[in-house]
């Protein structure tokens, strides 16, 4: 079993829909979760963390922790063509914070 | 934010020649960089991660001998692909973690290496 599952998609929402992105993890010790943007050929950027189970808002970014389950997700409210881009799943699986990477799930808001 | 700054942005070199990038966390100290490649369209595979002070912990089926990483101070780190080939071209990218932001990762814009 992969460490970080994403589905690759691509995922295709129009404009102003919600997106809503998953992804699962098989080491149960894991304690922090990030969500990455990465744009065709960049490198990626942070969106958000998450630590503690439940949801965590940031803007129109919300994400959802579920570590019973070991599922996090990602929800882009209002997406925009500009939200067009892989986002990549990573968890942390050490203290010194060497990350863990899914694929990533290709997302395409069409407008 | 803090600011990972990675150099050059793209090289090309010829096969059997050394690159080295650099990877500068510009306004923290990081005691701790990491080192991934990403082929096109695949995820971003760790290679390495760079302790100042002390030996690079390469991740297994990373060759140590021919990715060399040098974490020589706390804001600089580099990582040179010894007789690089063909299948060594990838994009390499450099991040850091502080402690001051819960040690959240920080990524460098990222290094298009082309071996010709």
């Known amino acids: 079993q992969k460490e970080v599952e994403q589905n690759s998609g691509p995922l295709s929402v129009p404009e102003g829909a919600i997106a809503s992105l998953n992804c699962t993890y098989s080491?149960?010790?894991?304690?922090?979760f990030f969500w990455y943007r990465q744009y065709s050929g960049k490198s990626p950027e942070l969106i958000m963390f998450?630590?503690?189970?439940g949801d965590k808002e940031d803007g129109r970014f919300t994400a959802q922790l579920n570590k019973a389950s070991q599922y996090v997700s990602l929800l882009i409210r209002d997406s925009q063509p500009s939200d067009s881009a892989t986002y990549l799943c990573a968890v942390n699986r050490g203290s010194q914070g060497n990350l863990i990477f899914g694929k990533g799930t290709k997302l395409s808001v069409k407008p | 934010g803090a600011v990972v700054s990675q150099h050059p942005s793209w090289v090309i070199c010829k096969s059997g020649t050394s690159v080295k990038i650099e990877c500068r966390s510009l306004?923290?100290?990081?005691?701790?960089m990491f080192w991934y490649r990403q082929f096109p369209k695949q995820s971003l595979m760790l290679m390495a991660t760079s302790n100042e002070g002390s030996k690079a912990t390469y991740e297994q089926g990373v060759e140590k001998d021919k990715f060399l990483i040098n974490h020589a101070s706390l804001t600089l780190s580099t990582l040179t692909v010894t007789s690089a080939h063909p299948e060594d071209s990838s994009f390499y990218i450099c991040?850091?973690?502080?402690?001051?932001?819960?040690?959240?990762?920080?990524f460098g814009e990222g290094s298009w290496l082309t071996v010709v």
């Open positions: 991040s850091a973690s502080t402690a001051s932001s819960g040690n959240t990762i920080y």
């Open positions: 998450i630590y503690s189970n």
């Open positions: 080491d149960r010790g894991s304690q922090s």
């Open positions: 306004d923290f100290q990081a005691t701790t």
